[in-house]
């Protein structure tokens, strides 16, 4: 049996319009199966101009590379200059062709009338649950149980972390063949602690600290894990899938930001995400999930503690206080 041979035009055709389906449709269909999320990735418009860019040089240099290749690429299009396969064809193919370019062209080139955008008079801040006025990151100031508490687990060296993290750090423990978990964080309060720990020494303020430092490192994974796609490395809303939303993540460290609201309003937002907030808010609208479905509260506020370290910001201090 003969082996059909597809012509070279059709299959660049095929091949630009499979690349553009991969990255219009493929990656975010893909990015939900990865992620785990409620909704797709899209890929931001400079990026699917890149992926088009990119194909169309490539299939250049390969229709170019011979001149059998090139002969092989332009004949259906000298047939239909022709007009073998049908002169009606081809003179709908030439008033066609202009038409769309110069359509496309128009649409880019013209200027847009569109309605004002509708104005921001009710900030969601201002229509949230008061109850969440008042709270404080229970995290930031431990209670002396949950310290006392945590020097029991370190004396034991049976310190417990979030899941997410804890295979992570007994292969490293393993490998480092440590002496104790708490080795695994290298910073000055948790050097200090486990200093006091094995003098017998400990005081709950060194304790404390050592506390604050796990919980933010568990924080900084949390967060990387959930939020840094979208608020990037530094907080500063520029992650790799900012560029693929119509209103761009919060920057953190814009000083009227995470700064301007109160704890409480923080972790309200970051429960309820997008779709939790007052109908009041629309303009403020966004694409963040209800993180209330995924995340536990202590989990939240692991996020919460890392995301104000992250920025060196603070929160605002609630008027009642």
């Known amino acids: 049996m003969k082996n059909y041979k597809v012509n070279r035009f059709w299959s ?10 991969l990255a219009k449709w493929g990656v975010p269909a893909i990015s939900r199966h990865i992620t785990a999320l409620p909704f797709p990735l899209s890929v ?3 990026l699917m101009f890149i992926y088009m860019t990119l194909t169309v040089v490539a299939l250049f240099m ?3 590379f011979s001149d059998e290749h090139m002969a092989e690429f332009m004949y259906p299009v000298k ?18 062709v202009p038409l769309i370019v110069g359509w496309q062209v128009y649409e880019v080139i013209v200027p847009k009338v569109q309605l004002p955008t509708s104005l921001r008079i009710q900030h969601p801040s201002s229509n949230f649950p008061k109850k969440f006025e008042d709270l404080k990151n229970p995290l930031e100031s431990p209670s002396d149980a949950d310290i006392d508490a945590f020097i029991e687990q370190a004396k034991a060296n049976e310190v417990t972390f979030i899941p997410q993290v804890m295979a992570d750090i007994e292969i490293w423990a393993e490998v480092a063949e440590a002496e104790h978990t708490l080795e695994f964080f290298p910073v000055e309060p948790m050097k200090k602690f486990l200093a ?32 840094r796609p979208c608020h990037g490395d530094s ?4 992650g790799p899938m900012a560029d693929g939303f119509k209103l761009r993540p919060i920057n953190f460290t814009d000083n009227g930001t995470i700064e301007t609201i109160v704890e409480g309003y923080t972790f309200w937002r970051v429960m309820n995400g997008g779709p939790g907030l007052p109908t009041e808010a629309t303009p403020w609208d966004s694409a963040m999930p209800e993180w209330k479905l995924n995340l536990t509260e202590e989990e939240r506020w692991k996020i919460i503690l890392a995301e104000y370290n992250l920025a060196e910001k603070t929160p605002r201090i609630p008027e009642s206080h």
């Open 196 to 227: 006091d720990l094995g003098s017998g020494n400990v005081n709950r303020e060194t304790a404390r600290d050592a506390l604050l430092e796990k919980h933010l490192f568990e924080g900084r994974a949390l967060y990387a894990m959930n939020c």
């Open 79 to 96: 047939k239909l200059l022709r007009g073998e396969y049908s002169s009606v064809l081809r003179n709908l193919v030439l008033v066609a």
């Open 62 to 64: 390969l229709v170019t």
């Open 235 to 238: 907080v500063a809303g520029d």
């Open 12 to 21: 660049m055709v095929a091949t630009l319009l499979i690349v553009y389906g």
């Open 44 to 46: 931001p418009g400079t």
